[in-house]
Every structure is written in structure tokens, then in C-alpha cells.
């Protein structure tokens, strides 16, 4: 087994001469550091509470943001996106989408402010208007998370303004 996984490849990139280059140790930290992660992830509430905050946009500490980047977080948490183009107030009720109407319902498995800059009908939300509104609620296990956004679109740009909800770490 040990000689097996002395000839893969990434192995034999971290390796000279037989021994090991300070890269081999660097990626088995973070290989180390990102389970580590995954198993508090699990079982430890405030670590969960830091992941969610992850998909509102709420980590202020670029360190912070970064070393959750190690962990795969898709499937993991549970998003919903509630998108209008009146003022949401707290959680909106309808789940069901209709742009005619100007509102817009969708679950979601991984980042879900990406719907807002990479969504197929991001140009459709501001046809009418260049401003409208956005609820995410987010949870995994036991712990929930809820932000509401007011969008502006100023020519190619689209601001995210947090209205309530956005908290530091």
C-alpha cells in the first residue's frame, strides 16, 4: 500500500529524491484542516451559525471567509430566495413564481446570492424598475439564518444594500 501511494502522482509532485517538500506538508494541512472543518461543521452549532452566514454574505473577516473555502458546502445547506419587486416584509408567504406579477420563488443548494448576479432572468428583475427586493433564509440541522436585501441596478451594476439581518463576526 505505502509503495502504491508513493508512485501517484501528486505524491511524487511533493516529493525529491524520495523525501518530501515542505508543499507535500502544506497540502496535508489543508487536506487536515478542511476535515477538521467538516466534522465541526456537523456538530458544533456556532461553527454551522459561521457556515450559514457564508450565503448571506455576512463574513466581514476575509480570513475567516477563506479558510471556509476549503469546505465544500454544496448540498449541505438548504436555501430559499424569495425575490419581489414591492418591499418584502419579514418572511414573504408566497411560493409560488410569477414574473407577470413581479415576484419570484426558488430553493436552492449552494450560494444562493450567485441568483441574483448569475441568474437567467436577472435582466428580467429589472425590466420594469431598477430597484427591487430580495429574502434569503438559509438553515442546515437545526440552525436558521434570515436577510433581506434591497437590490439596485445602476446601468451594468447591481448593488446588494443589507436591510436587516446582516451581522458581523
Not at 8 to 26: D, E, K
Not at 34 to 60: D, E, G, N, Y
Request: hydrophobic share 40%.
Amino acid at each position: 500500500m505505502r509503495d502504491y501511494i508513493a508512485k501517484l502522482p501528486l505524491v511524487q509532485c511533493f516529493t525529491v529524491q524520495g523525501r518530501r517538500t515542505p508543499g507535500f506538508y502544506a497540502i496535508t494541512l489543508a487536506l487536515g484542516l478542511a476535515l477538521v472543518l467538516q466534522c465541526l461543521k456537523l456538530i458544533h452549532p456556532a461553527t454551522q451559525q459561521s457556515f450559514l452566514k457564508q450565503f448571506h454574505c455576512q463574513t466581514r473577516s476575509f480570513a475567516v471567509w477563506s479558510l471556509r473555502q476549503t469546505v465544500p458546502s454544496m448540498y449541505s445547506f438548504e436555501n430559499q430566495v424569495w425575490w419581489s419587486r414591492a418591499p418584502l416584509d419579514g418572511r414573504p408567504t408566497f411560493t409560488q413564481s410569477d414574473l407577470d406579477a413581479g415576484r419570484y420563488h426558488v430553493w436552492l443548494n449552494h450560494f444562493p446570492l450567485h441568483f441574483v448576479t448569475y441568474n437567467f432572468y436577472r435582466d428580467l428583475f429589472f425590466m420594469e424598475s431598477d430597484e427591487s427586493y430580495l429574502h434569503l433564509e438559509s438553515s442546515f440541522q437545526h440552525q436558521n439564518l434570515s436577510s433581506s436585501y434591497k437590490l439596485e441596478r445602476d446601468h451594468d451594476v447591481v448593488r446588494i444594500i443589507p436591510m436587516r439581518g446582516a451581522g458581523d463576526e
